[in-house]
């Protein structure tokens, strides 16, 4: 079954600075990469999803790439606030499968 | 907090005890889901159910039962057979054909 690898767990940057989260997953039939935010105490929100057939997307501050042959996607946050602290969850689904999801990456932005 | 409820917010099993949570959508989603979260664990898929009187087990349902009698409503129940159940439930619906997940507030489950 699919298996998702996500880092780093927590990752801590400057107001204004990027930031990146990395996932890799094992089945080669996923076709569809979510990512969630959850802020604290709240519940997880889907932020930017990317499919297979694509290799990039972006939403304002926020973009995901992904690469088919090496099995990993990534989440890039630009020009951080402290608004983006939070947990960022990753995911991959397999065509008509479970949605499995990474470990989580704690975000924090410090001002 | 419209469309996908979640009840009691926080709850305490005694030993031995089976407690039920609740997760009631009015979005008319035909797929419901359990997850358990726990630090640094990410989300894990307890159960699910894609149409009425029909459930799966996910990747973790030992100690873990579900039904799905209406549309509306999917409940947990957490059995003395979970020996650690001290997590963080969250509940989720998808519309058919649409793979976002929709959650709940969630419930915070702790052993006495």
């Known amino acids: 079954g699919e298996n998702v690898e996500q880092h780093p767990s927590t990752l801590s940057v400057q107001e204004g600075d990027s930031a990146v989260i990395k996932c890799t997953y094992s089945?080669?039939?996923?076709?569809?990469f979510p990512w969630y935010k959850q802020e604290l105490g709240k519940r997880p929100q889907l932020i930017i999803d990317i499919r297979s057939n694509v290799g990039e997307k972006k939403d304002q501050r926020i973009a995901v790439t992904l690469n088919k042959t090496a099995k990993h996607f990534s989440l890039h946050i630009t020009e951080t606030q402290p608004e983006d602290s939070a947990v960022y969850f990753c995911?991959?689904?397999?065509?008509?499968?479970?949605?499995?999801f990474g470990q989580g990456t704690e975000l924090s932005v410090k001002p | 907090d419209g469309g996908i409820t979640q009840s009691p917010k926080y709850l305490f099993r005694k030993e031995g005890q089976n407690v039920t949570l609740s997760c009631e959508q009015n979005?008319?989603?035909?797929?419901m889901y359990w997850y358990r979260q726990d630090p640094g664990q990410g989300l894990r898929l307890i159960y699910y159910s894609q149409i009425v009187n029909d459930f799966q087990k996910g990747d973790i349902a030992e100690g873990y039962s579900v039904s799905r009698e209406k549309k509306e409503s999917f409940p947990l129940t957490v059995t003395s057979a979970q020996k650690n159940p001290t997590a963080f439930y969250l509940c989720a619906s998808t519309e058919w054909g649409n793979e976002n997940l929709f959650f709940g507030s969630g419930t915070q489950l702790s052993v006495l």
């Open positions: 995911a991959a689904k397999a065509g008509g499968g479970k949605l499995i």
């Open positions: 979005l008319n989603h035909d797929a």
């Open positions: 089945d080669s039939a996923s076709n569809y």
